[in-house]
T-cell receptor
């Protein structure tokens, strides 16, 4: 969707390094989400935020951290504690319950 | 919590034939049912959704049918085309809860 921008499109992480994935939306949505997708697999929820300055762990939060200081922005940090970070990361937002989630174009993270 | 399953996991059809993918869910409080299409290397995109007060919804070659009593809903694609080849995901979030996506169905439309 044009309203959700993820950057960078490709990212490489060195051993022991933290990296941050950016997600910005201009849809005025309250809720934002981070998903991880491994090759040939489904979507697994990492973290979500339903309002500014509040966020909750999803199913696979270990090794990740987030912040939600602004309504438009929900960056995801992949820490060195995440030993297998290679995956496709998708950010999504949603305006209200019983409405669709809208996805960004994703960031593909690989290990150097 | 909500459990969402999809069947089949892979589906191959000849171009022009119909394809049907079924999604079953466990939480009877679910009342919103979206279907997403994800092409290789791209983001999931909503293709059709339905709410629990409606039994069927159609948009050109795509339709979704809902059976709340049996807790399943199905995606129907008619007159399939090569560009329909993708992975399709369903979700069935109860109101106020996060989406739980099904594991996906890989559809291949053979020329």
């Amino acid at each position: 969707d044009g309203g959700i921008t993820q950057s960078p499109k490709y990212l490489f992480r060195k051993e022991g390094q933290n990296v941050t994935l950016s997600c910005e939306q201009n849809l005025n949505h309250d809720a934002m989400y981070w998903y991880r997708q491994d090759p040939g697999q489904g979507l697994r929820l990492i973290y979500y935020s339903q309002i500014v300055n509040d966020f909750q762990k999803g199913d696979i939060a270990e090794g990740y951290s987030v912040s939600r200081e602004k309504k438009e922005s929900f960056p995801l940090t992949v820490t060195s504690a995440q030993k297998n970070p290679t995956a496709f990361y998708l950010c999504a937002s949603m305006g209200q319950f019983n409405q669709p989630q809208h996805f960004g174009d994703g960031t593909r993270l690989s290990i150097l | 919590g909500e459990n969402v399953e999809q069947h089949p996991s892979t589906l191959s059809v000849q171009e022009g034939d119909s394809a049907v993918i079924k999604c079953t869910y466990s939480d009877s409080a679910s009342n919103y049912f979206p279907w997403y299409k994800q092409e290789l290397g791209k983001r999931p995109q909503l293709i059709i959704d339905i709410r629990s007060n409606v039994g069927e919804k159609k948009d050109q070659r795509i339709a979704v049918t809902l059976n709340k009593t049996a807790k399943h809903f199905s995606l129907h694609i008619t007159e399939t085309q090569p560009e329909d080849s993708a992975v399709y995901f369903c979700a069935a979030p109860p109101y106020g809860q996060n989406f739980v996506f099904g594991p996906g169905t890989r559809l291949s439309v053979l020329p």
